[in-house]
């Protein structure tokens, strides 16, 4: 069964610039989450997806989006980036809408210049 | 201010020396769980703690839950240097998709 994919694993942008993450789920899970790793603040949750909509959201400013699609795949889009989004971005994958366990992708690790 | 607080922050030990790494928190959780990551990829689970006072082993892992569910702790014993990596615990409240992150215990085994 394959894991969770995430689409870049590494990318480099300039402050102002827009990017979209990609991230695929276990096949048969529901429910998508985005977290935010830096060596300072750790891993800190972004926004959870289930059934395309979004059930929570962290405390990121409004310029930090996502969606999910049909297939339960989700991207997440941070626009005018800023030195300070320089991070792993890890999307987490889970089964059922009341499951325990989070599956990891790899991360994307966004540099911003 | 972190929900989940891990101590310690780093831990550097020889191969073969037991350890004891800790998550505490002051609110409730409905489940605990504790992950691994190396650099460079992302966190594997390694396990779910549900039940206050529950313990689960995994190999040379020990996971403790407290009565509480408020706190837990992973006890490794006879430490290798495949050991390495930095430990997560995470406590999920509201059952189940609010999951927090405490900041990680960064563990070194030496060969």
């Known amino acids: 069964k394959a894991g969770v994919t995430q689409t870049p694993r590494y990318l480099i942008k300039t402050r102002g610039q827009q990017v979209t993450l990609s991230c695929s789920p276990i096949?048969?899970?529901?429910?998508v989450s985005w977290y935010q790793q830096t060596p300072g603040q750790g891993l800190q949750f972004l926004f959870e997806y289930f059934s395309e909509t979004q059930r929570n959201k962290g405390n990121f400013p409004g310029r930090f989006s996502g969606r999910q699609f049909s297939n339960s795949r989700s991207e997440m889009n941070v626009s005018t980036l800023e030195l300070g989004d320089s991070a792993l971005y890890l999307c987490?994958?889970?089964?059922?809408?009341?499951?325990?366990?989070?599956?990891f992708g790899p991360g994307t690790r966004l540099t911003v210049l | 201010t972190q929900l989940l607080e891990q101590s310690p922050q780093f831990l550097s030990i020889q191969e073969g020396e037991n350890l004891t790494v800790y998550c505490n928190s002051s609110s409730v959780f409905s489940s605990l769980q504790w992950y691994r990551q190396e650099p460079g990829e992302g966190p594997v689970l390694l396990v779910t703690?549900?039940?206050?006072?529950e313990v689960k082993k995994l190999k040379r892992l020990t996971f403790q839950f407290g009565d509480a569910r408020k706190d837990s702790s992973l006890h490794i014993t006879a430490a290798q240097p495949g050991d390495t990596g930095l430990y997560l615990c995470a406590g999920a409240r509201n059952n189940n998709n609010d999951m927090r992150f405490g900041a990680g215990t960064r563990l070194t085994v030496k060969p």
């Open positions: 703690v549900v039940t206050g006072g």
């Open positions: 096949s048969g899970h529901r429910s």
């Open positions: 987490a994958s889970m089964k059922s809408e009341a499951g325990y366990e989070q599956f």
